[in-house]
Every structure is written in C-alpha cells, then in structure tokens.
T-cell receptor
Framework: AQSVTQLGSHVSVSEGALVLLRCNYS??????LFWYVQYPNQGLQLLLK??????LVKGINGFEAEFKKSETSFHLTKPSAHMSDAAEYFC???????????FGSGTRLSIRP | NAGVTQTPKFQVLKTGQSMTLQCAQD?????MSWYRQDPGMGLRLIHY???????DQGEVPNGYNVSRSTTEDFPLRLLSAAPSQTSVYFC????????????FGQGTRLTVV
C-alpha cells in the first residue's frame, strides 16, 4: 500500500532563508510524486510533480524537489524564502498500479520577517 | 475558465439532515474525486470516479454517496449528517488517473451541529 509521511507539521524560517520541507514515501512500484500548495481559504494547486523523468524537478515560484529512490524521499526546497510562500504544503504519492492519489498530513510554512 | 466549481461554499446542518455538495468541472476531465480535509490529517479520499457511470470508494467512504451521470458533474451526498462529518470538502478533477495534475475546487466548509 502506498503512503506518504511529511516530517514536521509546522516549519518556520526567516525571509531569505532556505526552505526545506521533508517528504518520505512508501510504494511497492515506481511512484509518481507531487507537491501541492494551499493558500488560506483556497483549494490546492500543483507546485511540481515527478513521473520518472529527471530526478530533480523544478516547479513554480522557485521551488524544486529531488527524487531519491535510495532514501524514498522527495523533499521540497527553495533557496530563499519569500513572505508570499507562507502556506500549507502537501506531498502526495501514486503509482501506475493504483487508482488514487494519497496525500500527506501537510506542513504549514511560516515566514518570519 | 471556471475550472472546478463547488457549491455551496459554507453550510451548517443539523445532525440527521441530508444534503448534496455539488461539484462541476468544465475541462472534460474523466477522473474526479472528493476529499475531506481535517486538521493534522491532510486530505483523505472519500470517493472517486474514473468516468461517467463509474465510481469507487476511497479511504473514508462511510456516510457518503456519489454518482457520476455526466462527465462534468460529481455530486457528494451526505445521507444522515453527523458531527464527525464536520470538515472542509474538496472536489478535484484530472485528465489522467494518477500521474497528472489534479485541479481542485475552492472547498465547502461544512459544520454539523
């Protein structure tokens, strides 16, 4: 069965600092991996996705994530945080044998001025 | 471009009442799904559909019914509302089943008293 674990329900960084949001997955076959962002009182929107092409995936708003099979990880990073990055971020996993996408519990990112 | 439209945005129900949450998409997507979002639990899949006339259960289907008579619409029915169904509900649609971007509605905030 697929699963995804997001380490840290809340991460706080200073404006301009590195953002690192952690995600580990479990899947018995090669996975599809996603990061979504949710701004307050809105639905989710896709930041980036991994579907077995390049292991380093670039997304919108300067975010990127690296697929590491040996570590079963898909951590999200951004070199320099901006106040507008404050939101909740969800990692999600699926695979070719599944019929659904499983979401993690989310990480709320706060940005300190 | 309307995308995924959910109605209503807010709803208060009394225990035992029934209601239908509406979801419509105008992108001709085959795959549609319903999630509920609760604090600390991420998004949990309630029901999903891979095309008109086809529906299946997700992780937490009890107390909910769905139908998919057209490609565009995927209503979620609460048969007899319970306080445990107080949540934010999101409808999503995607072109493919598991490896393509999911587009989310704005959500319906439901309170059952």
């Amino acid at each position: 069965a697929q699963s995804v674990t997001q380490l840290g329900s809340h991460v706080s960084v200073s404006e301009g600092a590195l953002v690192l949001l952690r995600c580990n997955y479990s899947s018995s076959v090669p996975p599809y991996l996603f990061w979504y962002v949710q701004y307050p009182n809105q639905g989710l929107q896709l930041l980036l996705k991994y579907t077995s092409a390049a292991t380093l995936v670039k997304g919108i708003n300067g975010f990127e994530a690296e697929f590491k099979k040996s570590e079963t990880s898909f951590h999200l990073t951004k070199p320099s945080a901006h106040m507008s990055d404050a939101a909740e971020y969800f990692c999600a996993v699926s695979d070719s044998s599944a019929s659904k996408i499983i979401f993690g519990s989310g990480t709320r990112l706060s940005i300190r001025p | 471009n309307a995308g995924v439209t959910q109605t209503p945005k807010f709803q208060v129900l009394k225990t035992g009442q029934s209601m239908t949450l509406q979801c419509a998409q105008d992108m001709n997507h085959e795959y549609m799904s319903w999630y509920r979002q609760d604090p600390g639990m991420g998004l949990r899949l309630i029901h999903y559909s891979v095309g008109a006339g086809i529906t299946d259960q997700g992780e937490v289907p009890n107390g909910y019914n769905v139908s998919r008579s057209t490609t565009e619409d995927f209503p979620l029915r609460l048969l007899s509302a319970a306080p445990s169904q107080t949540s934010v509900y999101f409808c999503a649609s995607s072109y493919g089943q598991v490896n393509t971007e999911a587009f989310f509605g704005q959500g319906t905030r439901l309170t059952v008293v």
